[in-house]
């Protein structure tokens, strides 16, 4: 079995929870995670195979026409770790930047366009957990008409 898997071109589903604040969170919990798409279904059959827990959306009552069902699974951020993750935010042309602890609860309020990322498969007696190793957020600057003008402050000759 393989202890790295890359998902690329992904994005998040539902809430995030990277901040680890209890307050808010619904269930209390303090632990930094995320629920991931995967894009692709045979990885995600292959996630199966090895043992992750890999779920399935399903239709709200009435909007069940038309509905197209996404796989996804809980990743897990551990800064306690002896190896933490290395989690980048990448906006525009701008270098990206790394997230600490501190600071990574700002994804929480973010729009998120694309991530990228390598998770580690900590086997435990019911499954799997996924430790992101590596990951790059991609900020979406879509709806805000200031940010190219900061992103790139060399353009302007500040």
Known sequence: MAN????????????THFSGDPNLDKFRSTQ?????????INLARQMIDMGCNVKLTRPKEGEEEGFEPRYFVRVVVNYESEW???????????DPVMMNGDTIGMLDK????????QLNLHPWTDGISLYVKTMYVEQSLEDDPFAARYMNREIYGN
Not at 7 to 15: A, G, H, L, S, V
Not at 32 to 40: G, K, M, Q, S, T
Not at 84 to 94: I, N, Q, R
Not at 110 to 117: D, F, L, Q, T
């Open 4 to 15: 790295i898997i890359t998902i690329e071109n992904t994005r998040f589903i539902f809430d």
């Open 32 to 40: 930094r995670y995320a629920n991931l798409v995967i894009p692709d």
């Open 84 to 94: 933490p993750p290395k989690v980048y935010l990448v906006s525009g042309d701008a």
């Open 110 to 117: 973010m729009w998120i366009k694309n991530v990228n990322v």
